[in-house]
């Protein structure tokens, strides 16, 4: 099992930023992949960046491209997500996910661990 803690939303006028951390404890060594993802109130959860363990490859949604930068930190099996000139749009709840085994980067099916999700508000 691996145990997801996210952390870091908050509020935030458009055009600043914001870092989401996600903490992972527990059979970690067992992550392939983590990534974050977001839900806004009426809307399915999205893709929005991914990093691998190992060599730190990442991937990003269209929308988030230039703006967002995912990161990990391996001595402390946490990822980071910044986000700068952040819009309204981006106002959800940011999940943090792990993924077992290498499978599809953007699918949510294809994440085995979910944390309880942090909210960001971008304020206009």
């Known amino acids: 099992q691996v145990q997801l803690v996210e952390s870091g939303g908050g509020l935030v006028q458009a055009g600043g930023s914001l870092r989401v951390s996600c903490a992972a404890s527990g059979r970690t060594f067992m992550s392939y992949k983590m990534g974050w993802f977001r839900q806004a109130p009426g809307k399915e959860r999205e893709f929005v960046a991914a990093i691998t363990w190992s060599d730190g490859v990442t991937y990003y949604a269209d929308s988030v491209k230039g703006r967002f930068t995912i990161s990990r930190d391996n001595a402390k099996n946490t990822v980071y997500l910044q986000m700068n000139s952040l819009k309204p749009e981006d106002t959800a709840v940011y999940y943090c996910?792990?993924?077992?085994?290498?499978?599809?980067?953007?699918?949510?099916?294809?994440?085995?661990?979910w944390g309880q999700g942090t909210q960001v508000t971008v304020s206009s």
């Open positions: 996910a792990a993924q077992d085994y290498n499978d599809s980067t953007y699918l949510r099916r294809s994440y085995d661990y």
